[in-house]
């Protein structure tokens, strides 16, 4: 079975609880990040592409930002309807549109009726799906596809998945088992929402969690920076909480412009 085929089968089963990750401490931290990625927060008539989606924490934080629209894939159609629940009881109509999709994929295969550009790319956690870099190469190939010249990519991913902190889980999140696989890991996580655990299991390759450049540089991305994680407001209002997760963190915010 493949690292997608399991991606689907697993957030059809956590798609209830999994909005309850953005009230953890990891879910803070990379929503304060991807707002300091993303500018001053500030998206006033952008047209934004959210790369695996899912339910739409990000998405919907992006529309409050000032974003014109947001169009989210995802491989869930659990996920997807309910960030759709979501945006109806919002009583918004228009500014979120979903589209079910595998992202390693080539997207112009589905017939989605999509922008031919965007403003903004998001990818996030969406590499942290991909056990091999064929995956990974399809995924990068969109990004580079749909955005636009001098626009803006930003994504999560992993930054260490045998970290001592995420292995504790004091910040949220867990990991179960950990077990290598050819250029990478595959490993358990759990995050820690409320009223119940999110479990999952996750495969991540050398090239993303080790830093490499190559991929993003290969989608013709550039000015290719990890977010300081220093300058989440979360970290400067109690450093001492935070003080371990900055020596060991397990995730990174990435920005990138594209050429």
């Known amino acids: 079975m493949s690292s997608q085929d399991i991606a689907k089968?697993?957030?059809?089963?956590?798609?209830?609880?999994?909005?309850?990750?953005?009230?953890?401490?990891?879910?803070?931290?990379?929503?304060?990040?991807?707002?300091?990625?993303?500018?001053?927060?500030?998206?006033?008539?952008?047209?934004?592409?959210?790369?695996?989606?899912?339910?739409?924490?990000?998405?919907?934080?992006?529309?409050?930002?000032?974003?014109?629209?947001?169009?989210?894939?995802?491989?869930?159609?659990?996920?997807?309807?309910?960030?759709?629940?979501?945006?109806?009881?919002l009583g918004r109509e228009g500014k979120i549109r979903f589209f079910e999709a595998d992202v390693s994929k080539p997207?112009?295969?589905?017939?989605?009726?999509?922008?031919?550009?965007?403003?903004?790319?998001?990818?996030?956690?969406?590499?942290?799906?991909?056990?091999k870099r064929s995956t990974l190469e399809g995924m990068f190939a969109n990004i580079g596809a749909y955005l636009k010249p001098g626009g803006i990519f930003v994504g999560i991913r992993d930054a260490n998945p045998f970290s001592h902190e995420y292995k504790m889980g004091k910040y949220g999140a867990h990991t179960g088992w950990v077990k290598e696989i050819e250029g990478g890991v595959k490993y358990w996580a759990v995050l820690h929402c409320k009223p119940e655990p999110v479990e999952f299991e996750v495969a991540s390759l050398e090239i993303i969690y080790g830093g490499s450049k190559e991929l993003y540089e290969n989608a013709g991305l550039t000015k290719i920076v990890e977010m300081s994680l220093e300058s989440a407001q979360c970290v400067k209002d109690d450093p001492e909480f935070w003080a371990d997760f900055?020596?060991?963190?397990?995730?990174?915010?990435?920005?990138?412009?594209?050429?």
């Open 9 to 89: 089968i697993s957030y059809a089963q956590v798609a209830t609880a999994y909005d309850g990750y953005a009230q953890t401490p990891a879910g803070i931290i990379e929503a304060q990040l991807i707002a300091r990625a993303l500018g001053p927060g500030d998206l006033t008539g952008l047209h934004v592409l959210d790369l695996g989606g899912g339910s739409g924490i990000h998405a919907r934080e992006c529309i409050d930002y000032g974003a014109e629209s947001v169009d989210i894939v995802d491989i869930s159609p659990e996920m997807l309807k309910i960030a759709s629940n979501i945006e109806e009881s």
């Open 107 to 131: 997207l112009s295969e589905y017939n989605h009726p999509l922008r031919e550009k965007y403003d903004v790319v998001m990818a996030n956690w969406i590499f942290s799906h991909a056990d």
């Open 246 to 259: 900055l020596k060991d963190p397990f995730l990174a915010v990435v920005r990138a412009v594209k050429t």
